[in-house]
């Protein structure tokens, strides 16, 4: 379970103004550390989002930066860390889960102990939103990850592994349903797709997330362009929960090894897919109450030209209207009118998700747009 991470990132990379320290601090009686980027756009006013980016096996914190998800943090606004797990006889190795004939590395290493103690002392120095923690990682830090979220669902809103999954030596039993996606290569040397010896196989653990978090089993596929000469194709599978509350997507890049994609040398950009999905979810509603309505109040659904709000559903005062892709791109913002009218007809086919937003209440649903 080597890394092989060669990331070879354009110079602007290292020109990014983000605000970066090297924090140490004393955790299980051992020195620990980890990197922090603040965002030239926070403000204490504003609670911000929390990124928290574990590297694979044998690696650093200096090197496994180079995902560049702090880069994206400065333009979204959130704050990135990169914590460094302590040695082992291969190098440095997370407490993950992840085992190998009974054989765990740094199993008396208290990893989920450490990470939420660097929440607390993030949450400590900066106005942070507890509702948007997230977790991703790579091989090892995959398998950590998912660690987290089946450990510590409640305060974890999502998660994102790339090549590492959930470890043979854990009992996964999240008292939620969590958002994850995953990323996997189809000839990954080190982690294998199918015959993976540290724990779940890839399909085998998105399948689990489908079941914990009560998906829709037909999954939504697209595959992407496949334009660089990298012997790579990547597909994706996208699993709808109830509300769009905890989706399951899962990446499969065809032909690749233990590795994470970027461009120009690939044509995906694992750092960026990561955040387009973690950013879509929160632990609970913003001082606003999910709905539940008993029936659709969609209507017609699939649609064409608009769809109606049912006459049942009860709305107090201004309401706003958000409509995002699968993508999770919001690709229409409106008010709602007084004849309880949506206009779609500027939509594409395909599945979108319909919110509507009143002072106190928020309803979402699942719509199919056929021309």
Partial sequence: MKRIILLFFVCFFSLSLVAQDLVTMNFGGQSRKYLKYIPASYSAQNPVPLVI???????????????????????????????????????????????????????????????????DSISAQYSINAQRIYFCGFSMGGFMSQRMACEKSNNVAAIASVAGTIGASLTCSPTRAVPVCHFHGTADSQVSYSANQYGMNAEQMVRFWVQNNSCDTNYLF??????????????????????????????????????????????????????????????????????????????????????????????????????????????????????????????????????????????????????
């Fill in 53 to 119: 980016c574990l590297h694979g096996l044998g690696d650093n914190i200096n090197n496994f930066k180079n995902i560049g998800m702090h880069l994206i943090g400065d333009t979204a606004g959130f704050i990135t860390i990169y914590p460094e797990a302590v040695n082992s006889m291969f190098g440095t190795a997370w407490n993950s889960g992840a085992s190998y004939m009974g054989f765990i590395l740094n199993s008396n290493i208290d990893d989920v102990g450490f990470l939420m103690a660097i929440i």
């Fill in 222 to 371: 697209q595959t992407y362009p496949d334009i660089v000469n990298d012997s790579i194709s990547v597909e994706s599978y996208y699993y709808n929960s109830q509300n769009h509350t905890a989706d399951v997507m899962f990446y499969k890049a065809i032909g690749a090894d233990h590795q994470w994609l970027y461009p120009p040398v690939n044509d995906i950009d694992y750092t960026v897919e990561i955040w387009k999905f973690l950013k879509k979810f929160q632990l609970v509603s913003q001082g606003l109450n999910e709905i539940k309505f008993n029936k659709d109040f969609l209507y017609p659904n699939p649609a064409s030209n608009k769809i109606m709000i049912h006459k049942d559903l009860t709305i107090n005062g201004f309401c706003t209207v958000e409509i995002q892709n699968i993508a999770g791109v919001t690709v229409k913002t409106c008010l709602l009118t007084t004849q309880n009218e949506i206009n779609v007809s500027s939509l594409n086919e395909g599945y979108y998700t319909v919110k509507l937003t009143s002072n106190d209440q928020i309803y979402t649903q699942k719509i199919l747009i056929k021309k």
